[in-house]
């Protein structure tokens, strides 16, 4: 739900800035099909905060716009939208301001299940399942993350638990072993990696929030790192802070879309409707009206207040505030990587066994029905080398599971002052 989010600004953000903390992270990217310079040009015009406006515009003609205003080659792969029935004619749309160009390509292609690649020198736009098969391989030099022990089979061992880690947390179902295309093989203090464009920007994202959590200072030992975009991260403590602000709505009947449009002008939020989930759920930004009277609460309430009733939630994705159904919402998985060496008995086991007293705890009483193990999207991991936990999980589930590390610390201090 919407409130939950607020929990997670009480555990902390940890902005992660990936060109100033892995330093020790050399990758090598052999993807023969962009140079150096190309490839650059284009990431730079991918992070460059944005405004686009589109209304009802053919697909190529936004190409042809996009590529002027950031001096990039875009390119429709036409083969494969005309195998997925989009021609490069189709309408799009889109209305967003002060995001990264990635985040706002992301709007605008999600709803017709298109999205880009770098490849030949150009930004292509092409279809998801397209895009799934555009493999690079990286190598990341991760010394620095694992524990060095004092011969080979024990660094061999934390190389493994750092694999296992990849493989349970990011894009689970994208790798080898379970039938994916995704590869990931030790050589020495690295990890080559063979996978998507998107999973390696995940993949940057999880050992940059490893590093945050390494180099933190002791006082904020029960602050959560984020796996997550800087931009992104910034953009959820921002709206996460507007959601927190005291306000009145008062709306009689009115269309989803304008109520959206409302929250945009009167709240100051990047707001986005969700318009493939909610179709296919049967509500329309048109059809659907709302209804509310309230003042002197929480933004954060009112919404959960107006949307609730139609099962719907919000989520932050791509730097705005999406309005989507609880189902969208469950599938939008984010990673964290939690400290809990002073929750740990026996930090320094070798079996694990007081880790694994504590995973469970967790994933008996938060959330229960939506781990892996029992069919669920979450899972969790432990990562001995730092004591910490990773979870993969909703933003809902994250903000609980905050509460209740936060509880257990509070417990233990009373518990160690009483005696």
Request: proline share 4%.
């Amino acid at each position: 739900m919407v409130q939950t989010r607020q929990a997670r600004t009480a555990v902390g953000f940890v902005l992660i800035f990936l060109s100033s903390l892995a330093p020790t992270a050399a990758r090598c990217d052999t993807n023969p099909d962009a140079t150096p310079s190309a490839q650059d040009a284009i990431v730079a015009a991918l992070e460059t905060k944005v405004s686009l406006e589109f209304k009802e515009t053919p697909l190529q003609q936004i190409a042809n716009d996009i590529a002027k205003a950031h001096k990039i080659n875009v390119v429709l792969d036409v083969k494969s939208l005309a195998e997925a029935g989009i021609a490069p004619d189709t309408a799009l749309g889109v209305r967003i301001a002060g995001v990264t160009l990635r985040s706002a390509l992301n709007l605008l292609l999600n709803s017709v299940d298109l999205t880009y690649v770098i490849r030949n020198e150009v930004l292509l736009i092409t279809t998801t399942d397209r895009a799934s098969a555009d493999l690079t391989t990286k190598s990341y030099n991760v010394a620095d993350l694992v524990k060095r022990g004092e011969d080979a089979d024990d660094e061999n061992c934390d190389m493994d638990v750092l694999e296992d880690l990849l493989a349970t947390t990011i894009a689970p179902s994208t790798w080898d072993e379970v039938g994916g295309p995704g590869s990931i093989s030790a050589y020495g203090n690295c990890l080559v990696i063979s996978q998507t464009r998107e999973v390696h920007r995940h993949i940057d994202n999880l050992f940059a929030a490893l590093r945050t959590l390494k180099n933190a200072p002791d006082r904020a030992i029960d602050k959560p790192a984020w796996a997550i975009d800087p931009a992104e991260l910034a953009a959820e403590k921002q709206i996460d802070a507007a959601l927190a602000k005291k306000t009145e709505i008062i709306v009689e009947k009115m269309p989803l879309g304008d109520f959206a449009d409302m929250l945009r002008s009167e709240e100051h939020l990047s707001v986005q409707l969700d318009t493939k989930a909610l179709g296919d759920a049967g509500v329309s930004s048109n059809g659907t009206n709302v209804s509310l009277s309230v003042h002197d609460i929480t933004l954060d309430a009112a919404l959960a207040l107006v949307l609730q009733p139609l099962d719907l939630t919000t989520i932050v994705r791509d730097e705005t505030l999406w309005i989507t159904t609880t189902d969208a919402a469950s599938s939008h998985l984010q990673v964290a990587i939690y400290p809990v060496r002073d929750l740990i008995d026996k930090p320094d086991e070798q079996d694990g066994t007081s880790r694994s007293i504590l995973m469970n705890t967790i994933v008996t009483t938060v959330a229960r029905h939506t781990w892996d193990e029992v069919g669920g999207p979450g899972a969790i991991t432990a990562f001995a080398p730092q004591s910490c936990l990773v979870i993969r999980q909703t933003q809902e589930t994250h903000a609980k599971i905050g509460r209740c590390l936060a509880d257990l610390r509070k417990a233990r201090s009373e518990l160690n002052q009483d005696r």
